[in-house]
């Protein structure tokens, strides 16, 4: 069965959209406000080369799909309003990750003098102040036209903390209070836009360092996630440059800007279509099937035989695999119904789940269990088979006479070939690198739906292998980049119910079967050495009884003709002993089945360590379970499964399918 035959749209090419995020200084800033008309100059000029580089790619990543670019602002009044009004006239879309509820995101970019016009601004009645009201209308105009992730689980305490501070201008307490928590919300929603973004654009003046979650801030938090940020210059804007590291901050101007334009078509081409990212290529080879082959099963056979008990070493192992369209109302469905049940959740973003992630899941998942199969079956059968063909031509020692060689010869000759065979198909048809390529993507879509459902991701510069990454990487960037943030506001009962899905459908299950699979494979490799060393003894033994009825029958203790008698015998089993520890042996130093087991180990401690900081944070106050608090722990379940997969792929990196020898 072919992968458009299972399901037309399980692995088809992803949108690809170009996601720009925004920063820059607010109105009242002086040198921004000297400047303003200049920058926006720059900046329309900006978004028009953006443009025109995307529409120059079109044509060339066919079958792909370019979407309308997608610009991240926090709405804040002045460099990111700016940025919003240009892209609205270019037709992109606007994603706002706000640092609180629209309405007091309103009300504090609105720059309110008087606590009547915040509470007039909150309850959204007449302000008196015309300017505070010309600036809310307006960034209400901008909400009006994007997607909104409002963080506003804490809306209520800052709303006091605000009035207090309009109430009590002198009060310095209430002010650096205020304005503290109000900086440690836009770091919030900073690294939210940051996670979302391509590229950066951060309209500063080179000098400001301001606070926590400020321009220069964003800038760095940008760059240190290896998101490469365009410069305005507030004060000389025509004189953009771009930055792609912490570094650059050190020596802004120093900057070598003179090869610009080619660096901004780069930075598209990276983000729209990266070196290496094969897709059509992939789509083509890649076929997925029902189910597993039983000819391929020789590992999994292994893995029954010495690491479970006796009743199951006979059992079948057939597989039937999840298919793309089933896995909704399948494995996956206890997810989607505890995502749907989430308050206030933004059901199109659950509906993106269970076709833009489950179904690429299921695909790859099923593609990368048979490549598995092939790629570890047929190595522990060449080993087998090298056994076999060792003993099969010397076999005819004990049984029959030298006449008949050719036929023991014949048989040992057509085990080597199935092994060159076996050896020469595995190389060609790459069981070995398409099995990581597949399994990494299912691995990076299994965890998703905790991610997106939080408006959480990983940014661009940290997935692994970096900007020149595989197509897995940059597969699982577009695609699960593509449903964007929900649109919803986050409140604390959200949160809640969100931290208990991501404990109860990710954390213990995963941790449970990484337990599992530590012990079993902890058995496998016991017994396999158990085995090994016996097959050892027994060739011992074997050479030391030959030459115990040599010594007794030159003492005339045994009749003269017995070591004549039994030396082919004895030779044979010399033979045959330790090349059957020597395959088992091989084949436990294959599977490095210690070493995986460890690695699992090491997975189910972080997990628990999660689990238990999870319920920490459940038995807390709504008041104390924020969503910097969760997305931290998100990321933390991303990082764990990130660093799992290069664990046991550096441990099978160098494994590639050859002849057991």
């Not at 760095?220 to 650059?248: F, K, Y």
């Not at 070196?275 to 789509?283: L, V």
């Not at 082959?293 to 009743?311: D, K, V």
């Not at 206890?334 to 959740?345: I, T």
Request: glycine share 6%; net charge negative; with cysteine.
């Amino acid at each position: 069965m072919t992968r458009l035959q299972a399901d037309p749209d399980a692995l088809a090419a992803p949108l690809h959209h170009l996601d720009i995020g925004v920063t820059g200084h607010r109105s009242n800033h002086p040198i921004f406000s000297a400047n303003q008309a200049q920058i926006e100059q720059v900046l329309a000029d900006l978004l028009a080369r953006i443009d025109g580089i995307i529409e120059g790619l079109r044509a060339s990543i066919a079958p792909c799909t370019i979407a309308t670019p997608r610009l991240h602002s926090l709405l804040a009044y002045g460099a990111d309003l700016m940025s919003v009004k240009q892209a609205l006239a270019r037709n992109w879309e606007i994603v706002a990750p706000l640092p609180f509820g629209l309405a007091l995101n309103v009300a504090i970019n609105a720059q309110p003098v008087t606590s009547e016009d915040m509470v007039a601004l909150l309850n959204e009645t007449a302000v008196a102040d015309p300017e505070v009201a010309a600036r809310a209308a307006d960034i209400c105009n901008a909400a009006n036209r994007s997607t909104l992730f409002e963080l506003a689980e804490q809306d209520a305490f800052i709303e006091e903390q605000f009035k207090k501070h309009l109430i009590e201008p002198d009060n310095q307490d209430a002010r650096s209070g205020f304005q503290t928590l109000i900086s440690e919300r836009a770091a919030v929603a900073a690294r939210v836009m940051i996670e979302q973004s391509d590229i950066v654009i951060g309209i500063w003046d080179g000098v400001t360092h301001g606070a926590l979650g400020g321009t220069r801030h964003s800038i760095a938090a940008a760059l240190g996630q290896g998101v490469p940020v365009i410069w305005v210059d507030a004060r000389h804007p025509d004189d953009w440059r771009i930055m792609t590291a912490p570094e650059s901050l050190a020596t802004p101007r120093a900057i070598d800007n003179s090869n610009r334009d080619v660096q901004l078509v780069g930075l598209v081409e990276q983000a729209l279509n990266p070196q290496g990212a094969r897709w059509s290529d992939t789509y083509a080879q890649e076929r997925w099937r029902p189910g597993s082959n039983s000819l391929l099963q020789a590992y999994r056979r292994i893995e029954i035989l010495f690491g479970e008990p006796i009743r199951r070493w006979f059992k079948s192992l057939s597989q039937s695999y999840e298919t793309p369209a089933e896995i909704a109302e399948g494995s996956g469905k206890a997810l989607l119904d505890a995502a749907r049940a989430l308050p206030g959740v933004d059901q199109r973003m659950v509906e993106s789940i269970a076709t833009e992630v489950m179904r690429p899941f299921a695909w790859a998942d099923g593609v990368s269990t048979y490549l598995s199969d092939a790629f570890r079956g047929s190595m522990v059968t060449s080993f087998l088979l090298s056994a076999l063909a060792v003993i099969g031509g010397i076999s005819y020692m004990p049984f029959a006479s030298v006449n008949q060689k050719w036929g023991f010869a014949a048989f040992e000759f057509l085990l080597l070939v199935a092994i060159v065979g076996i050896t020469y198909f595995g190389r060609k048809r790459r069981w070995h690198g398409r099995w990581f390529e597949t399994r990494r993507v299912a691995e990076y879509f299994r965890h998703a739906p905790i991610l997106l459902l939080l408006g959480v991701a990983r940014s661009v510069g940290r997935w692994p292998g970096g900007p020149d990454g595989g197509w897995p990487e940059h597969f699982a960037i577009q695609a699960l980049g593509n449903p964007g943030l929900p649109q919803m506001k986050v409140t604390p009962a959200y949160l809640r119910a969100a931290l208990m899905l991501m404990r109860d459908q990710h954390v213990l299950p995963q941790r449970d079967y990484h337990r599992s699979k530590a012990l079993r494979l902890k058995r496998v490799q016991h017994n396999l050495d158990k085995l090994s060393e016996r097959f050892f003894v027994a060739a011992v033994v074997s050479v030391a009884a030959y030459l115990a009825i040599v010594a007794g029958s030159a003492m005339a203790l045994l009749p003269s003709h017995w070591p004549h008698d039994v030396a082919k015998l004895f030779t044979f089993l010399g033979v045959v002993f330790p090349t059957l520890g020597g395959a088992f042996a091989g084949i436990r130093y294959f599977g490095d089945f210690e070493r995986f087991a460890s690695i699992s180990d090491i997975t189910a401690s972080k997990l628990d360590h999660i689990a238990t900081r999870v319920d920490i944070l459940l038995a807390a106050s709504d008041d104390q379970i924020t969503y910097a608090r969760i997305s931290n722990l998100a990321h933390a379940i991303d990082e764990i499964v990130v660093t799992e997969i290069e664990n046991w792929q550096s441990v099978f990196g160098g494994k590639n399918i050859s002849v057991p020898v």
